[in-house]
């Protein structure tokens, strides 16, 4: 079973951003949040990862909660081409099964 | 710089037949993993290698399915007796493996239809 719970789907308007929620309640303590997105037809494509203090990178902010049992991807400028499935996963990168569990489907509309 | 390559990119076969796909992990990656995923679904874990070793199998990898990885480089998977439930996307990715966090780097997929 799938260690994070995210809703089946969002939509988002061009230019605005969209917040993608994610919640991992079971999180251990060595467990660091990754986001992944994939789009139609494509392998997944690594978004950003974090274990406790927010990140930022060119792609995307990732803030985590205090508790760390969920976290928020923010995409801050939506586009078209953003229209994908992202994926939250949590790894501690130890033997593991990473599950990914079936996303959320984000469309971006004009 | 060159990412995860797979090949084939899309695999035809009747039932009943072997077919093999190759994964070129990123150069100096440790881990490499392999996914199937199918229509609607999330990538689901088969088996991962650190360097050569195969550390970790699921469930879903039945008798008929089998991953090498020779000298730690490229990866292998071969499917037996091809049925048609093992039509599906499959998908490598390799990691670095950097202190404990395992960002993962993902191929285009091989795309197989049993026919």
């Known amino acids: 079973d799938a260690k994070t719970t995210q809703p089946t789907s969002m939509d988002c308007a061009e230019g605005r951003a969209a917040n993608l929620p994610c919640n991992h309640s079971?999180?251990?303590?060595?467990?660091?949040v990754y986001w992944y997105r994939q789009i139609h037809s494509q392998g997944p494509q690594y978004i950003i990862h974090?274990?406790?203090n927010n990140e930022t990178n060119e792609m995307a902010s990732l803030i985590i909660t205090e508790d760390r049992k969920s976290s928020t991807l923010i995409l801050p400028h939506a586009t078209l081409r953003d229209t994908a499935v992202y994926y939250c996963?949590?790894?501690?990168?130890?033997?593991?099964?990473?599950?990914f569990g079936r996303g959320t489907s984000l469309i971006v509309h004009p | 710089d060159t990412g995860v390559s797979q090949d084939p990119r899309h695999k035809i076969t009747k039932r009943g037949q072997n077919v093999t796909f190759r994964c070129d992990p990123i150069?100096?990656?440790?881990?490499l993993y392999w996914y199937r995923q199918t229509l609607g679904q999330g990538p689901e874990f088969l088996t991962y290698?650190?360097?050569?070793?195969?550390?970790?199998k699921s469930r879903l990898l039945s008798d008929r399915f089998s991953a090498e990885r020779p000298k730690g480089s490229f990866s292998t998977l071969e499917i037996q007796r091809t049925e048609q439930g093992d039509s599906a996307m499959y998908l490598c990715?390799?990691?670095?493996?950097?202190?404990?966090?395992?960002?993962?780097?993902f191929g285009p997929g091989t795309r197989l239809t049993v026919l």
């Open positions: 290698f650190q360097n050569e070793a195969q550390l970790e």
């Open positions: 079971t999180i251990s303590g060595n467990e660091y």
């Open positions: 974090g274990l406790k």
């Open positions: 150069s100096e990656h440790n881990r």
């Open positions: 990715a390799s990691s670095p493996r950097e202190a404990n966090t395992d960002t993962q780097y």
């Open positions: 996963i949590v790894s501690s990168g130890g033997s593991y099964i990473p599950t």
